[in-house]
């Protein structure tokens, strides 16, 4: 409980941190935040008339804690050039961005982990430079060029193999939810196999640790295969750091699909916010900035904690230490 206390402070603190940083980033910087809203050659009274409508007149403190207050009410503004609140501006962009990531992890973790077991299977230097190279090949990828290529392989129209859809995404959104999950397919794949070689790296290095540790040899001491020890404890002992992996790479594909979604033409998070920015809409981008910034975070904290009820080694090094002191 108490690592829980303290990993929900920290959790609070930080989000005031990164609240204070997004919010100096449009307000202290140099330019003035009108200005570059109303574009260039606009009237003084065009100008004037914005501050006084965003409120940029008033003293910094004032601002601060009104869009702060209205963070804490859960009212993340509202858009200047559509109306829309920025949160819903933002939940009908997420309604495309995490399914894309969701499916892209699941592909990625059917092909690096299988082939990161396999790699500490092989017996072979051959083999083992077979999947060393393949590691280091998927992951230089770059998502461009990787969505491209599938592009003209598997999509319709122009691929060799007219399967997926290439751009946007059904008008009708998840209400036609097996169009809307083809049209996904081809950006997950691009992403999933990057992130698929990232992790078949981490898999087998992870496992290629806990078998230098003896914990492999002892179960095949005990009766197991080889090939049953690294599944059945190697794997079992990999799986909290893998957990965190996974965790952390989730929230890290929130802004590594935004090439992704440009590339497909998918309305989704990463493609709103560079429209955004683009458009000049400011007071959007701070609150869009700050809610992304937010989901990292909380992030983080679900896999710490998932991590320590995962292994409970570190629970008891946390006794141990309190007991030593």
Known sequence: MRFVIHRLALFVAALFGVSVVVFAALRILPGDVASVMAGLNSPASRVEALREQLGLNRPLII????WAGGLLRGDFGTSILTGRSVTSLVAGRAAITFPLIVLGLLIACLIGIPLGVA??????SAARAAFHIVGLIGG???ALWGGLLLILLFSRGTGLIGLFPSQGFPMDGWGAPGEALWSLVLPALSVGIIVGASLMRYTRSSLGDIAASGHIDMAMACGMMRRQAVIRVGLRLATPQLVSVIGLTFAEMITGVMVIENLFALPGIGSGLVTDVGNRDLIAVQSELFMLASFFLAVGLIVD?????????LASADIVAEVVA
């Open 140 to 142: 230089a990828i770059p």
């Open 63 to 66: 601002q601060y804690v009104d």
């Open 119 to 124: 790699a500490t299977l092989a017996r072979s």
């Open 305 to 313: 904690l998932l991590h320590r009820a995962l292994d409970p080694r």
